[in-house]
């Protein structure tokens, strides 16, 4: 990342330079040189662009206002917040929902509140997968897995399900962008005493515009945001607008990172796509390093959603394993036991399957 200042320094000895009282050129105290003014305007110019770039990226921030509403007195009282005595996780229920099991630590006790406090969601994604769906995605998940311990499969059973609304938001963003790359290209030849590499480098310079529609960051900070990430994408044209008649028989989740504290998150994202396109478009080099960037939010704006997630819970020697699935497209996350002999025997038997080929190999091929 480029910095906001510049710092005028000798560009033969890298000291500060000194615009002395009573002179007509600017003075290095330390080595002496004197440059003209219109030398030190051509050197740092390019330096004073970069400044400003970066000054203006670091000024523009997401434009948060309109992202979700209140809620009326009807809505409000329709839904409550409920407290897990026993992890004091907040999920929200609608007034069907009098006890579930919480879906962090399974915990069977919910004690419900009046609910306040909350925006009102722009947006939402109905489920679209159903239980029996989650069940069996989490079975395919296990196929294949052969560091899998056979007690885990054989006994395994799901001891919790949630289908449960996510908080996220939705950041629409059009940005201008600017990178500095150093690239380099190398040349191999002989010269009939010595092999000689010559290498040449290069200052590239990039520009471009992009716009970003609903880069998802989700807002609780229990949900793993690997998990949250792991799961996407979501098909945003089944997105419809937000009512609590969806939320009949499920549990929603209550945000508790707001659209502010998101943000960096989703500014991440744009600079991680942003500058992949930029360098991607810095060809026939043989290395490209960013040397600094910007990039400036010329319009952005922020909306509120619920997506639909499945929470299924399994336990192994008394240690949970949570899995996520997609509740619009059935992808699922999640992390499993590994049996450690399995870890020490596969190796083993894979080297013992190739040993007579290497034997052959080193006995017939190999000179």
């Known amino acids: 990342m480029a910095e906001s200042s510049v710092s005028y320094k000798c560009p033969d000895c890298n000291a500060p330079l000194t615009f002395l009282p009573g002179h007509d050129k600017v003075t290095c105290e330390y080595c002496g040189n004197e440059f003209e003014i219109k030398t030190i305007e051509a050197l740092f110019q390019s330096q004073e662009k970069r400044a400003a770039r970066e000054a203006a990226a670091q000024q523009a921030k997401w434009n948060t206002r309109k992202a979700g509403s209140e809620w009326s007195e009807a809505e409000s009282a329709a839904l409550h917040t409920c407290i897990c005595p026993s992890c004091g996780a907040e999920v929200v229920t609608d007034n069907n929902t009098m ?46 897995k052969l560091l899998l311990p056979a007690a885990f499969t054989a006994n395994n059973r799901v001891e919790s399900i949630q289908p449960m609304y996510v908080p ?8 201008s962008a600017h990178a500095s790359f150093r690239a380099t290209k190398s040349v191999v030849y002989d ?23 609903r880069i998802p960051v989700d807002g609780s900070r229990k949900m793993d945001n690997d998990y949250m990430e792991s799961i996407e994408p979501f098909d945003y044209r089944a997105l419809v607008p937000f009512s609590t008649a969806y939320l009949t028989g499920y549990l929603a989740d209550r945000y508790d990172e707001d659209a502010e504290t998101s943000a960096p998150r989703a500014d991440k994202r744009v600079e991680q796509s942003v500058l992949g396109v930029l360098e991607d478009s810095v060809q026939g080099y043989d290395t490209v390093n960013l040397e600094d960037s910007a990039i400036i939010k010329e319009k952005s704006a922020v909306s509120y959603g619920m997506v639909p997630v499945w929470i299924l819970t399994t336990r192994y020697k008394n240690q949970p394993y949570t899995f996520m699935m997609n509740g619009q497209t059935g992808k699922i996350v999640g992390s499993l036991p590994a049996d450690k002999r399995k870890e020490i025997l596969y190796p083993a038997a894979v080297f013992l399957l190739v040993l007579p080929f290497l034997y052959y190999l080193a006995k017939y091929i190999v000179v």
């Open 168 to 175: 996220f938001w939705l950041f629409d963003s059009s940005v």
């Open 191 to 213: 010269d009939g005493d010595e092999t000689v590499t010559e290498t040449s480098h290069f200052a590239c310079e990039r520009d471009g515009s992009m716009a970003f529609q």
């Open 99 to 144: 006890a579930t099991e919480c879906c962090y630590c399974g915990n069977p006790t919910m004690i419900p509140k009046n609910f306040g406090g909350m925006l009102k969601p722009d947006y939402i994604i109905p489920f679209q997968k159903t239980k029996e769906d989650a069940v069996a995605a989490l079975k395919a998940f296990y196929k294949g």
